[in-house]
């Protein structure tokens, strides 16, 4: 893709986080070449990939972090969110166990990354709304108690994946510009 080779203004990381198996990977995909997989490979996890983005007649090399499945052992290292700016933390809103682990993402999140990354806290698999267990306005209650933005999202359905990361993008943008 030529868009790759495209000279940028500003080059930003960011970081997907949650736990496993909620969509980090199929999230990226969707964003970076609008791929979606149905089926799960969280030992090959691509170490990031990277979209450019125009913003206001600037183009902005986003460079997105993906685990390579370290998150099922809680192994995430520090060198992840190094540099970060932003953070993308997913749950998925049909298992309420990733939803309560938000708070455990929010304190590693404090503890190793930069205090004022933007977060946008992430209800992915919204195409199930048969077997949901997390309401939408309890995502958006934790996001606002948190200081977080909120979006749900499917990225087998390809709803708000876009919208999601170009929010991130976006602020990130606004507070280093
Ligand atoms: P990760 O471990 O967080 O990176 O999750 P993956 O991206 O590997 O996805 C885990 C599983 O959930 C895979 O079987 C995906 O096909 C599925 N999945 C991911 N996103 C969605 C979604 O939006 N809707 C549905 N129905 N399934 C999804
Ligand atoms: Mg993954």
Redesign the pocket.
């Known amino acids: 893709d030529d868009s790759y080779e495209e000279e940028c203004d500003y080059l930003f990381k960011a970081v997907l986080i949650?736990d496993?198996?909620?969509?980090?990977?199929?999230?990226l995909s969707r964003f970076s070449n609008d791929e979606?997989?149905?089926?799960?490979?969280?030992t090959i996890?691509v170490e990031f990939a990277y979209r450019n983005v125009k913003i206001a007649d600037k183009i902005i090399k986003a460079q997105i972090w993906?685990?390579a499945?370290q998150e099922r052992f809680r192994a995430i290292t520090s060198s992840y969110y190094r540099g970060a700016l932003g953070a993308l933390l997913?749950y998925d809103i049909t298992r309420r166990a990733t939803f309560d682990n938000v708070k455990k993402w929010l304190r590693e999140l404090r503890e190793f990354g930069n205090l004022d990354m933007v977060v946008v806290l992430v209800g992915?698999?919204c195409?199930?709304g048969q077997s949901r267990e997390v309401d939408e306005e309890e995502g958006k209650n934790l996001a606002e108690s948190e200081g977080l933005c909120f979006m749900e999202?499917?990225?087998?359905?390809n709803l708000n994946v876009e919208a999601a990361f170009l929010q991130m993008i976006g602020k990130i943008h606004e507070i280093t510009s």
């Open positions: 949650g496993s198996a909620v969509g980090k990977s199929n999230l979606f997989r149905l089926d799960s490979k969280p996890g993906d685990t499945g997913v992915n698999k195409d199930l999202t499917s990225a087998l359905e």
